[in-house]
T-cell receptor
Framework: DAKTTQPPSMDCAEGRAANLPCNHSTISGNEYVYWYRQIHSQGPQYIIHGLKNNETNEMASLIITEDRKSSTLILPHATLRDTAVYYCIVRVAGMLSGGGADGLTFGKGTHLIIQP | DAGVTQSPTHLIKTRGQHVTLRCSPISGHKSVSWYQQVLGQGPQFIFQYYEKEERGRGNFPDRFSARQFPNYSSELNVNALLLGDSALYLC???????????????FGQGTRLTVV
């Protein structure tokens, strides 16, 4: 899996949009971009994923640049409960020949702190 | 619907002992993965099981083993415990073993293992 680079920490004011960047300059054409977050002492929570088109769901939006070398996760109206470590992960598409896939490779992520 | 459930939630073991951790996936999910998270780090992939067979393995010693049962629940076994095995052990389930649509991993709350 390609490596990702994220800032170690970010602050955002409550009610504002939180924009979390991720660089994945060595991403391959068949690799997806996944975002997870982990609130203190809990298991990681899936947020969103995409291949090359922008994606939106009830939690967030994912903007992938045209060259796919970077992406931004957007939390449109951040709340205090969004304080967490956010992980950007790239992962090869499809299944291995025997079925299944390699696991998710988590880096250190971005610690997003929402300020009241 | 019940999410991924893990048991026990906390465990204290002595060096050299053996431990078994259990995971029940979300109903209908056929893939289970195990991760180890030491303090201050992101989760590290240990195993993936899909349709009761090992499909992926991370860089962990042979002291770590796992299996998946016909009902898709799973056990992680660790023999000859070391102090360095102290960590949060996370189980994740997904509908299939690949990537792309329908393959998001949903994590349990983890088992906190302390080796003394």
């Amino acid at each position: 899996d390609a490596k990702t680079t994220q800032p170690p920490s970010m602050d955002c004011a409550e009610g504002r949009a939180a924009n979390l960047p991720c660089n994945h300059s060595t991403i391959s054409g068949n690799e997806y971009v996944y975002w997870y977050r982990q609130i203190h002492s809990q298991g990681p929570q899936y947020i969103i994923h995409g291949l090359k088109n922008n994606e939106t769901n009830e939690m967030a939006s994912l903007i992938i640049t045209e060259d796919r070398k970077s992406s931004t996760l957007i939390l449109p109206h951040a709340t205090l409960r969004d304080t967490a470590v956010y992980y950007c992960i790239v992962r090869v598409a499809g299944m291995l020949s025997g079925g299944g896939a390699d696991g998710l490779t988590f880096g250190k992520g971005t610690h997003l702190i929402i300020q009241p | 619907d019940a999410g991924v459930t893990q048991s026990p939630t906390h465990l204290i073991k002595t060096r050299g002992q053996h431990v078994t951790l259990r995971c029940s996936p979300i109903s209908g999910h056929k893939s289970v993965s195990w991760y180890q998270q030491v303090l201050g780090q992101g989760p590290q992939f240990i195993f993936q099981y899909y349709e009761k067979e090992e499909r992926g393995r991370g860089n962990f010693p042979d002291r770590f083993s796992a299996r998946q049962f016909p009902n898709y629940s799973s056990e992680l076994n660790v023999n000859a415990l070391l102090l360095g095995d102290s960590a949060l052990y996370l189980c994740a389930s997904s509908l299939t073993g690949g990537t792309g649509g329908g393959t998001e991993a949903f994590f349990g709350q983890g088992t906190r293992l302390t080796v003394v």
